[in-house]
């Protein structure tokens, strides 16, 4: 499990979705959390920055876990997720204090992700808001972003939730190179009555 955990961080990294000591992940094995520390480098992760702590209550291990860990808690017991990736990818962010929902217009974004909705909290880190918001929202979403914050995504490994957070960076940083560009753009899709629901 470490090397999972150590080789999703350094990707993250590698890929400018976070700073040197940003983000977390997580891990749901049975009613125990696999979670980053607090303060860790995802990027430079060893065994001792994965902590092992309750799922449904606090123990001896929880002060050393991410800050975000109330969050994680409240996703594993709304959601059927079984692995979580939080980022600070920073087109996602930019793209966050324009929209209220990201709606992505290439096509594999589009076919992975539909939308994906953006929150505005008072309070956007490791509170109980913040938990409640995210966790509602990931029933219905893989991936939901904190406005000013980031994302937050679900899988059933690691792989698959940093999938999520890496396809809405890309998603993001095109909609902003198109708003850079000052010319329309020629639609590629057709938008039928399916597409609408979305």
Known sequence: MYEQF???GRDIYLAGLISSH???MSVRVGDR??????????????ENDIIETALEH??????????????HRAIYAKTNGLAIVHTHSPNTILRSMIEDEI????SEASYLLHKVPVHSLKLTAGSSEVA???????RDYKVVCLRGHGPFAIGTVLEEAFQWVSTLEMACKILNLRDSVG??????REH??????W
């Open 58 to 71: 606090d123990d001896s291990e929880v002060a050393l876990a991410s800050t975000e860990i109330v969050v």
């Open 192 to 197: 039928g009555e399916e597409y609408r629901k």
């Open 103 to 106: 709606v992505p217009i290439e």
């Open 132 to 138: 409640e918001t995210v966790s509602d929202a990931l």
């Open 6 to 8: 150590r080789d999703i």
């Open 22 to 24: 940003g983000g977390n």
């Open 183 to 188: 010319q329309p753009l020629k639609e590629f």
């Open 33 to 46: 959390i696999l979670i980053t520390r607090r303060g860790s480098m995802l990027g430079r992760l060893t």
